[in-house]
């Protein structure tokens, strides 16, 4: 039965293959592909689930497919089944199905039809696989698409500014999460020496004689995993992106935020709750932050007035509900609550156009003039306030913007300063001396080493900042990643003795190939272009949509994304960190979250936005 | 009216006071308040809350200009596209939409025949710099350049919110807590009256409550220098035009608000000043400086004259080419159609008596392009009936109140302001709710509730509207808009009986009138049929933010039921006949008058007050009733040929059904195409017209010139076809030439804000305008309207009134009138007719409807030049 598993996982893989070969103009046929995946997948999941059920429900666990294994190290693909599954499985491929067919429909002869249904079996898949995964890996590869997707559908409407700058404000915070994840991932690689599986979590007597060995790890990764979930399911303080991301048409907006996407946090912590469900201080964690979510973000909800943005808080305040629920261990209950939450906030969300009618009418009848009080009461005043700092969603994003993202940048401009042409010299003669280093091990002092591999992993990260923090150059901005890329392995390789040129190949070339494809993409832009500063957004898509997509693919093969040997690299590389080397992980995680953030700011400010050239009709930059 | 005259008056003043201060240098400019807010306020679109959808004219601000002069003058200014690309012009000249030979013309015509080759070449392969570039933004662009600072992002999704909340129509659940004072007395108090502020630094909070608080004092610590005061509110505004215009046109008609709010633009002007000088004391931490103290660059003029280039030539060419490449087709074929009525009319001598003796019923329509067909279907259903068109209001103006509603409807064209208020009455029918549509989900504990509960019904709901979709209180039925079964107080017989000085219903005198006035004007005076149709229109549709714009333009974007009952009423009133009787329109005591409705989406028809006809006439309805059917039938065909979910080949019914769902799909972005492709207005009998198929693009109004030698009734014809028809046609051109700038984009990202409008994402500005998918089937093209009478008093009747005159003179609609006697057609060109020879001759025929739209072309994409091909050519039938 477990060998049935991995087909779950598959159909909607090969359906989003398959849907990518369909030209654009053969609306049926995209989606049809697509409803007819995502219904037989559905109907398959009802009729599995049947048996699953006869044969009194057992957790169903099976080893996939072994992507990397070297003594010590394995990363391998794990599929798991459950209760958990069930639920989330038959939910999402429901409300899926009927959003696909309601999309049919309204997308018709929308530029971007293929587009979204692409992107819709991509999300499918990543939804499956995280809801399937057995182990972090799996997981952490679906949350990896998932995020991509979220970006794609967010600046769906490319052409304007706003989707442009929403989808890399959301994809930011949901990179954050990633590095969470992957920290968690790391940690846990150390604890275990191994890649737990969720089986494995689920084992009492281990995981809590486990706990009790390395608390303080053990802390960590359930922190993590827990800030993961919270970005994920947009809870205070990470709730301003959910609202501004409902930006791609709506049908996007109800699968996306209304539904499945925003509840995958929920689904983590209930994942992973064995692991932390005796720690007292971790679940008053959640408890606080479901209940600040729920109050705050009612109230938020409360003073909203355009129909999207009341339905995203009104769900984020359920979503805080659930999280309490998680953690008071009443399982069942979250379930139920998830599968309603889901459908009605997807409801809401497809029919909110029809808001303006029916209230309207509603109110030509039964209209009651408000009657205002006076105002000097301490109550009113309080009350008042309230009403202020929700229509301010209390700062949250400010307040982000300020203490997350300003700092950052800030440091990455500070090396702005200096003259690129002497620092691009001595940054490669500092490389080369690094690398003559690692060739020959032995003749370095350790003392040396020691610093050495700091300061690669520094400069590493300072690269990344300053290609993050680049205005004028996009080509300088891009070999600025391309190289903070090879600072940081140098770091991990000259520290480590165990780390293999094997390792390192498959790192590279998975680099080597985007950095290049990334580079050429980026000079061809600038053969025809002339100027590819990045000051503002380009819009460059509408004349050369092949050089976006090339490079959009770059971009992704660069910050690794799953199934590319960048990867099973980035995965390599952290697993190479020792527990201990707090600096050497810091400049690490910053670097791999900036990175990202980095690549896709280099696509959006050349390729997406408003179109500089102005002779076509052209967005105004408030729409 | 008269306002509108004054108005304009006053905007010419300015223009030439702005020209006249171009003489001036800078620095003497001095800033006159209230002046550059009139300014603003003329500029900023005019598009009121979405309820009341009214078209109009996009650009009505330029309308005292000539139209290229004023669509390359807004485009310099605003910049936006004002006509269609070049390259799009060139393929439409390629598959053969802009006939050759229409193009040779217009370039001789406007360069002389010297001229053809040299601009021929530079109209078909010359490359040109087609970049527009604007002259607003250009000032407040500084900011940014000069100190990093990206005010439209710090200052904007505030501003908006704390906007919208304010105007806020019943979304929030917790309302704005000062809401019953103006804007900025709400914002004050509720500075005072809470611990939190507005602002983030204390300067701004200060200024708020500084006495007698002006712009100019606001913009001296902003800018310095009074000369760049205009240009910079001009920028600021028009960086969010869409919220901007809402709020001046709140200001303007605060009644189309249903909850009452006091908003002016003065006071959206002074609250964004703050905010920026909030933003910038904040983010700069007051190290900066006034604006002008920073900055090199001279005022920009903004309304400084814009010199003609050789592009905008090339442009006039291609789009009067377009235009002609069809009209000439429509003249050609109206001539030709009306050549051989003459020669056979010679034949058939028959009186005009006899003729009205055989109808078996008549039926009056809106002039709305979308009965078009359909009045082609009935009269092919049933061939003694005879139809006619006039503005869907019927010639009754008032105000409606529906049973229990706490507001009044206005039902007669936007310019108009009636005296009168009809009510419904005994209606038992209750109205229904629908849960899904409680804001209280979103609260904490009815949000629990609710998703425990509504959650797994809205999943059933769901699968229910997708595959087997059907009407829902929450979706617009134009049936609901009156209860048929209810009752209506039309007439008045004391004339003190009135509410809110309004007079309840007509009193006999007015109703005689105003039925001696539209039938007179559609020339129905005699050979009365047994029965009459007054037929109004309506649009049902789901999840449509838009549905206003789908409704009747006569009657202020709402269906025309009441009108068309009223006036059936009216017209049956005996004492009502006695006048008209005086008056020498005779209606036998065996006519009856039935009012309808006609969904143009769901394609159905209800009839009104049935009861109320006699047997013989019961019978006849039951008879005229399958004709209609099967007219709807057919008009349902010829409607799904544009709408590629639904194959016009299958069996009528199935088609029919189709249509219907259409009209109660929530997934539906197009329930119906709305008036686009409109192109022409015919003014003159049907039978100028019948047998000349048009493919539901033109506007029908009734004439009989015979009726009428002196132009008399024409006058008021004419008079509202410029602002209803030609402010319906021009929003769908800006609409479709600029669908980012000048539309509304597309409807799929769109998000309610506070009941009133539309913007995308949650921080966007509003989207006034047209969205993609209203004017996707859209030809840009200007009016044609064709009037069948005599040139010269088409032309004295034009010339009438000033504001009627200008639609013509500066062309932004064409006239053409066609010589009832002779068949001849003119042209109105530079302020005179002049003889127009058709360059078509060969009109084809078609002699099964069924054949004609089960092989016309679907469109490949929605791109112009392909779009364009769905469109049929003109053809005679029988």
């Keep these: 039965m477990e060998k049935v598993l991995q087909f779950f996982v598959f159909i909607p893989f090969i359906g989003y293959i398959a849907s990518l070969f369909i030209p654009e103009k053969k609306e049926k046929i995209i989606s049809g592909i697509a409803i007819a995946v995502v219904g037989i997948h559905f109907s398959a999941l009802l009729i599995f689930v049947g048996f699953w059920l006869m044969g009194s429900a057992p957790v169903l666990n099976i080893k996939h497919l072994t992507l990397y294994s070297e003594d010590k190290i394995e990363i391998f693909i794990n599929f798991y089944f459950d209760k958990l599954t069930v639920v989330f499985a038959l939910v999402g491929s429901s409300i899926t199905f009927l959003v696909a067919v309601y999309s049919r429909f309204y997308l018709h002869r929308d530029s971007g039809f293929k587009r979204f249904f692409n992107t819709l079996l991509l999300f499918y898949f990543a939804y499956t696989l995280i809801i399937f995964s057995g182990n972090f890996e799996t997981l952490f590869v679906g949350w990896e698409f998932l995020g991509i997707t979220s970006f794609l559908l967010i600046v769906f409407y490319r052409d304007r500014y706003l989707p442009v700058k929403n989808g890399l404000k959301t994809i930011s915070l949901y990179r954050l999460g990633d590095v969470c994840l992957i920290l968690a991932l790391w940690m846990s690689h150390h604890l275990w020496h191994e890649n737990i599986t969720f089986l494995k979590l689920n084992d009492f007597q281990l995981v809590a004689s486990h706990i009790e060995e390395h608390n303080y790890s053990t802390t960590f990764i359930v922190v993590m995993l827990i800030i993961a979930a919270a970005i994920k399911s947009a809870q205070i303080p990470f709730s301003s992106w959910l609202p501004r991301a409902m930006e791609g048409p709506t049908t996007s907006s109800a699968i996306f935020y209304g539904s499945l996407s925003v509840h995958l946090g929920v689904f983590l912590l209930l994942r992973t709750y064995p692991y932390w469900q005796t720690l007292t201080s971790i679940k008053a964690l959640v408890i606080s932050i479901g209940v600040v979510t729920a109050i705050t973000a009612s109230l938020i909800a409360r003073v909203q007035s355009s129909v999207k943005t009341q339905i995203a808080y009104g769900s984020i305040s359920q979503i805080g509900i659930m999280f309490i629920e998680v953690a008071l261990g009443w399982h069942e209950l979250v379930l139920v609550h998830f599968a309603g939450n889901a459908f009605l906030r997807t409801y809401q969300l497809l029919v909110s156009p029809s808001m303006l009618g029916y209230l309207i009418h509603d109110q030509f009848y039964n209209y009651m003039p408000k009657k205002y009080g006076a105002n000097n009461s301490f109550i009113r005043k309080l009350s008042n306030t309230f009403y202020l700092w929700s229509i301010k969603e209390w700062n949250l994003d400010d307040l982000q913007f300020r203490f997350l993202w300003m700092p950052i940048k800030k440091t990455g401009k500070l090396f702005a300063i200096i003259n690129k042409e002497v620092l691009s010299i001595a940054l490669f003669m500092f490389f080369l001396f690094g690398l003559f280093g690692f060739l020959n091990g032995n003749s370095i002092p350790k003392q040396l080493d020691d610093i050495l591999h700091l300061l690669f992993g520094f400069t590493g990260m300072i690269l990344i900042l300053n290609a993050f923090a680049e205005r004028k150059n996009a080509i300088m901005a891009w070999l600025s990643i391309v190289f903070s890329q090879c600072y940081i392995i140098l770091s991990i390789a000259l520290h480590n003795d165990n780390y293999q040129f094997r390792e390192i190949s498959i790192y590279i070339s998975g680099l080597l190939v985007s950095g290049i494809v990334g580079y050429l993409c980026l000079k061809k832009l600038k053969k025809l272009e002339k100027n590819i500063d990045l000051n503002g957004f380009s819009g460059h898509i509408y004349e050369h949509p092949r050089i976006a997509f090339l490079f959009l693919l770059s971009c992704l093969g660069f910050v690794g994304l799953p199934f590319t040997p960048s990867f099973i690299g980035i995965d390599l590389m952290f697993s190479h960190i020792h527990r201990n080397e707090y600096l050497l992980i810091i400049f690490s995680s910053v670097s791999f979250l900036f990175i990202e953030i980095a690549a896709l700011r280099i696509y959006a400010r050349l390729f997406l936005g408003p179109h500089k050239k102005t002779y076509h009709p052209i967005a105004y930059r408030s729409s | ?878």
């Excluded at chain 2, 003058?73 to 229409?102: C, P, W, Y």
């Excluded at chain 2, 304010?166 to 804007?183: C, M, R, T």
């Excluded at chain 2, 709400?186 to 200024?207: D, G, H, P, V, Y």
């Excluded at chain 2, 039902?411 to 209280?440: G, M, Q, S, W």
């Design chain 2, 1 to 878: 009216m008269n306002n509108a005259i004054t108005l304009k008056k006053d905007i010419l003043k300015m223009e030439n006071q702005i020209d006249a201060s171009l003489k001036h240098s800078p620095s003497n400019f001095s800033f006159d308040e209230a002046r550059v807010l009139h300014e603003l306020k003329h500029y900023l679109p005019s598009q009121t809350p979405l309820k009341d959808f009214i078209h109009h004219n996009s650009l009505h601000a330029f309308q005292t200009m000539k139209f290229y002069d004023a669509i390359f003058k807004a485009s310099k200014i605003f910049g936006f596209q004002a006509t269609m690309e070049l390259h799009d012009f060139r393929k439409l000249f390629e598959v053969g939409r802009i006939r050759a030979e229409i193009l040779d013309r217009v370039i001789i015509d406007k360069k002389g025949k010297e001229n053809l080759i040299t601009w021929k070449n530079k109209v078909l392969s010359k490359n040109y710099d087609e970049n527009v570039s604007s002259r607003v933004g250009l000032l407040r662009g500084n900011w940014k350049r000069r100190y990093q600072v990206d005010l439209d992002n710090m200052v904007q999704p505030f501003l908006f919110r704390v906007l919208c909340s304010y105007l806020d129509q019943g979304i929030a659940i917790w309302e704005f807590p000062i809401g019953e004072k103006s804007f900025m007395n709400s914002i004050k108090e509720l500075e005072q009256t809470s611990f939190t502020s507005f602002f983030k630094t204390a300067r701004a909070k200060k200024l708020l409550f500084q006495q007698n608080l002006s712009i100019s004092d606001l913009l001296k610590i902003l800018i310095g220098d009074e000369a760049y005061y205009e240009q910079y509110l001009f920028d600021q505004q028009f960086s969010h035009r869409g919220w901007s215009g809402l709020v001046a046109a709140v200001e303007t008609n605060p009644e189309t608000l249903l909850s009452p709010k006091k908003i002016s633009l003065n006071d959206l002007i002074v609250f964004e000043l703050l905010l920026e000088i909030d933003n910038l004391d904040y983010a700069l931490d007051k190290k900066w400086k006034p604006l002008c103290e920073s900055i090199n660059e001279a005022p920009v003029d903004l309304f400084a004259k814009v010199d003609n280039t050789e592009l905008h030539e090339v442009f006039k060419i291609w789009q009067d080419a377009f235009e002609w490449s069809y009209y000439d087709e429509v003249l050609a074929g109206v001539k030709q159609l009306s050549l051989s009525k003459q020669k056979n009319d010679s034949h058939v001598l028959s009186s005009e008596e006899d003729l009205g003796r055989a109808k078996n019923f008549q039926a009056l329509f809106c002039i709305d392009e979308r009965e078009c067909s359909l009045r082609r279907h009935i009269e092919s259903m049933d061939s003694s009936c005879e139809t006619f068109g006039t503005p869907g209001f019927f010639s009754v103006e008032f105000y409606f109140q529906a049973h229990n509603a706490k507001f009044y409807d206005k039902l007669c064209p936007a310019p108009v302001t009636p005296k009168y208020l009809i009510k419904e009455f005994d209606v038992t029918e209750k109205r229904k709710h629908d849960l899904f549509y409680t804001n209280k989900s979103h609260s904490f504990h009815t949000g629990f509730i609710s998703s425990f509960i509504l959650g797994f019904w809205a999943a059933i709901r769901l699968v229910q509207n997708l595959f087997k979709p059907q009407m829902a209180p929450a979706i617009s039925n134009a049936f609901s808009h009156m209860n048929s079964k209810g009752k209506l107080t039309i007439e008045n017989t004391n004339t003190s009986d009135r509410e809110n000085n309004l007079q309840i219903g007509f009193t006999v005198d007015e109703m005689a009138a105003r039925v001696a006035s539209l039938l007179n004007g559609i020339a129905l005076t005699k050979n009365f049929a047994p029965v009459v149709y007054v037929i109004a229109h309506g649009s049902s549709s789901a999840n449509n933010p838009h549905h206003g714009a789908h409704d009747c333009g006569a009657c202020s974007g709402r269906p025309g039921s009441v009108n068309a009952r009223v006036f059936a009423a009216m017209a049956n009133n005996v004492k009502v006949r006695e006048q008209l009787k005086q008056q020498g329109i005779k209606i036998p005591n065996e006519t009856q008058f039935i009012g309808g409705l006609h969904d143009t989406a769901a394609d159905e028809i209800e009839f009104y007050d049935l009861d109320d006809l006699n047997i013989i006439n019961v019978q006849k309805h039951k008879e005229n009733a399958v004709a209609f059917e099967n007219a709807l039938d057919l008009n349902a065909k010829e409607r799904s040929r544009r709408f590629a979910s639904i194959n016009t080949k299958r069996h009528i019914k199935k088609i029919r059904q189709s249509i219907k769902e259409r009209s109660v799909s929530l997934f539906e972005p197009r329930p119906e195409l709305g008036h686009g492709t409109n192109t022409l207005c015919i003014v003159g009998k049907r039978d100028l017209t019948k047998g000349l198929f048009l493919d539901r693009r033109a506007f029908l109004n009734s004439y009989d010139y015979k009726t009428d030698p002196e132009g008399v009734f024409l006058t008021g014809i004419m008079k509202p076809l410029g602002p209803v028809c030609g402010g319906i046609n021009l929003e769908y051109y800006f609409s479709r030439v600029d669908n980012y700038k000048l539309g509304a984009g597309t409807k799929l990202p769109h998000n309610v804000m506070g009941l009133f409008g539309v913007a995308n994402s949650s921080d966007g500005d509003l989207r006034p305008g047209l969205p993609w998918q209203m004017i996707e089937v859209h030809d840009p093209v200007r009016l044609l309207i064709i009037v069948e009478h005599f040139p010269d008093v088409v032309l004295k009747t034009v010339q009438s009134t000033p504001e009627m005159y200008e639609w013509f003179i500066n062309e932004w609609v064409h006239l053409a009138a066609v010589n009832p006697e002779t068949s001849e057609i003119f042209y109105f060109v530079k302020g005179a007719f002049v003889p127009y020879q058709p360059l078509a001759n060969q009109i084809h025929f078609f002699k099964d409807v069924h054949a004609l739209l089960e092989d016309a072309k679907g469109m490949e994409t929605n791109h112009i030049a392909h779009a364009t091909q769905e469109n049929l050519p003109i053809y005679f039938y029988n």
